[in-house]
């Protein structure tokens, strides 16, 4: 068995924890609990016929990119980065939490989930910066903890990234 270890990077209140309970327990409360530090969870799967078992590091909150510890950081096969589609500010969040992995980590494997997509009316992300991440090579999946919309298919697309980098 293949085991990853993947962090769950992201601003302050974006879904994290909800993304990762609904993938890893199929389960979402509406209760919001803040993450202290770091919650592991595992999840056993197949992709493309291999056996991998994910290591999710559910990372604290960050509204300010400089305070995620670089320990945590460490032996990270890939990462997945979420914004609250509702928030705006949490993009740019994203943006730089993706610039501090590369730069004290590596340029490592990663997808960008556009989380609360059940709340899509809300939304107030810049399409425009949306499209221009994706034009220089970003994933972006638009999910919902709430009520499942992408999420199995975001994780399913990191790890088909990573095996592909092993």
Excluded at 43 to 58: C, M, P, Q, T, Y
Excluded at 59 to 68: C, Q
Aim: hydrophobic content about 40%; aromatic content about 8%; charged content about 25%.
């Amino acid at each position: 068995m293949i085991k990853l270890k993947v962090c769950m990077l992201g601003a302050f209140a974006v879904g994290k924890t909800s993304l990762v309970q609904k993938y890893v327990n199929s389960i979402f409360s509406d209760k919001y609990q803040t993450t202290l530090g770091v919650k592991i969870d595992k999840k056993s799967l197949h992709i493309n016929g291999k056996a991998v078992e994910f290591i999710l590091w559910d990372l604290a909150g960050e509204d300010e990119f400089m305070k995620v510890r670089s320990s945590y950081l460490r032996g990270s096969a890939g990462i997945i980065l979420t914004a609250d589609g509702t928030r705006a500010e949490t993009l740019d969040i994203a943006v730089q939490l993706k610039h501090k992995v590369d730069t004290e980590v590596a340029d490592i494997p990663f997808v960008l989930v556009i989380n609360k997509l059940d709340l899509k009316q809300n939304w107030c992300i810049d399409k425009s910066q949306l499209d221009e991440l994706r034009q220089s090579g970003w994933e972006i999946i638009e999910t919902s903890a709430k009520s499942s919309d992408n999420v199995e298919y975001a994780f399913t697309q990191l790890g088909s990234q990573l095996l592909s980098a092993v």
